[in-house]
């Protein structure tokens, strides 16, 4: 049997990945799912770049929203929900397209990584909460040193979940894989660093004046915690447009580490693309 087909448009932040995503969806039938780890959440429209309703052009996009800030949203979840809407889409006649810039994200579903099933344990993670990030590196390398090696280092919660799976099974057990039942079409957009940065640059500014500080202002207000703001990739408490800026440059460098990785990908120029 022929398996169905599901496009991946993957790349840095701020390659017009959401837009390319829009056109071919217009063009072929697709419906959109996002992969993007901040963007799940509510509240975080600005911050995250969010895709508005007049951007969506009419196209239906999903796993943007459903999320509560305050709780953490596993990449377990994020499984789930997307294989499921894949599912659907696939059963109304339509073309599934994946979109994002959070490899992790995009691993579990086109590489059809199951992760270990460890419940939270919450008197644990209180402790470890209170350690700095060096610390917790510590802590993991010692428990369990090959998990150690391949973990992002300045990740908290990456980090605390490791030694909490570590403590409940004896070591992080290999991430397995299963064979997923559909073709992944990857495509890859990339910019030159001087393109990216410019247009990061742009980007953030603009941030700043759709209101970046009265959005973070009203996360807060509804009782987030600063340690959760960092947690949910804003460092920066009372951010101005330079700090955002860098910050934001250090992502997408880690961005395309992660994607380099994977061979299967198909890297376009994004500048050559029309607007």
Not at 5 to 33: F, H, N, P, R
Not at 216 to 227: C, D, Q, V
Request: glycine share 6%.
């Amino acid at each position: 049997m022929k398996k169905a087909k599901v496009i991946v448009i993957l790349g840095q932040t701020a390659t017009g990945k959401s837009d390319l995503a829009v056109k071919i969806a217009k063009k072929i039938g697709g419906e959109i799912i996002s992969a993007d780890s901040r963007q799940v959440y509510k509240g975080l429209d600005i911050g995250t770049g969010k895709i508005t309703k007049s951007e969506m052009k009419g196209i239906p996009h999903y796993l943007l929203d459903v999320a509560n800030p305050k709780k953490k949203f596993s990449v377990t979840e994020y499984k789930k929900l997307t294989e499921k809407k894949i599912k659907e889409i696939i059963s109304r006649g339509k073309v599934p397209i994946i979109c994002g810039g959070t490899g992790f994200y995009i691993d579990a579903i086109t590489k059809g990584v199951v992760f270990p099933e460890v419940a939270p344990n919450l008197k644990l993670r209180k402790i470890l909460e209170k350690k700095d990030t060096l610390e917790l590196f510590k802590i993991l390398k010692k428990l369990d040193k090959t998990r150690a090696q391949n973990i992002d280092q300045n990740n908290r919660v990456r980090l605390i979940r490791a030694i909490e799976i570590v403590k409940a099974l004896g070591k992080v057990p290999k991430t397995t894989e299963e064979i997923p039942p559909y073709k992944f079409i990857k495509i890859g957009l990339y910019l030159t660093p001087e393109i990216l940065n410019k247009k990061i640059e742009k980007r953030v500014k603009k941030m700043f004046q759709a209101g970046l500080l009265k959005e973070i202002s009203k996360l807060k207000k509804s009782g987030i915690s600063n340690k959760r703001l960092k947690e949910l990739g804003f460092e920066y408490y009372e951010p101005t447009e330079e700090k955002v800026i860098s910050e934001s440059i250090k992502y997408a460098k880690r961005q395309m580490t992660w994607f380099k990785r994977d061979k299967d990908i198909k890297w376009f120029d994004a500048s050559l693309l029309k607007h």
